[in-house]
């Protein structure tokens, strides 16, 4: 038996997930301008556990993930984790009633690994593509990956990844992400 969040499928996940965030974001845009880091605790009940972080995590340290230790992974799992909730809520604090497109999916659900396409409309602009990297697993459909405009958020942190691991080890990137995610 498919545990309850397979039962979802991925673009309906996308769908149900974009659509709490931004009504409760215009619900209440005042109060998370005045206090932006009200937006990171939403981002977190309500994003993030559609979030795949291990895999995210593995994918951003690319040939670097064996350098890893078994102690030192949870703590680039959770560094990282943290400052994906501080990236996706600043982008969440610059919405103005845009309005979001879906596109056909990419991929097959069948195979366990799609692509669910958006855009978000700009006044005078062309639209921002908006693609979320989706694979079913045990707990079900999980992202693990986000590319916006076409540049994958997963691979742009990879170079930083590994310009820091190369510079100052692995304990080096801890210290990075940990100073990034207190400034």
Do not use: C
């Amino acid at each position: 038996m498919l545990p309850a969040t397979a039962a979802t499928g991925p673009e309906k996940l996308i769908r149900d997930t974009s659509e709490k965030v931004i009504a409760e974001i215009k619900a209440n845009q005042d109060s998370y301008q005045q206090n932006p880091d009200t937006i990171h605790r939403l981002v977190d009940e309500v994003v993030l556990p559609h979030f795949d972080f291990n895999a995210m995590t593995d994918l951003a340290l690319g040939r670097y993930k064996d350098k890893v230790s078994g102690e030192q992974r949870p703590t680039i799992v959770m560094e990282f984790r943290q400052l994906l909730v501080r990236t996706y809520s600043s982008a969440l604090l610059e919405y103005t009633d845009q309005e979001l497109i879906y596109l056909p999916m990419e991929g097959s659900e069948a195979d366990g690994e799609v692509v669910v396409r958006t855009e978000i409309e700009q006044a005078g602009g062309f639209p921002i593509p908006i693609n979320y990297s989706l694979r079913l697993g045990d707990d079900g459909w999980k992202v693990f990956d986000i590319s916006v405009d076409e540049v994958s958020l997963v691979t742009n942190y990879r170079s930083s990844f590994a310009r820091a691991i190369k510079k100052d080890g692995v304990d080096g990137l801890i210290k990075t992400l940990q100073d990034r995610n207190q400034e």
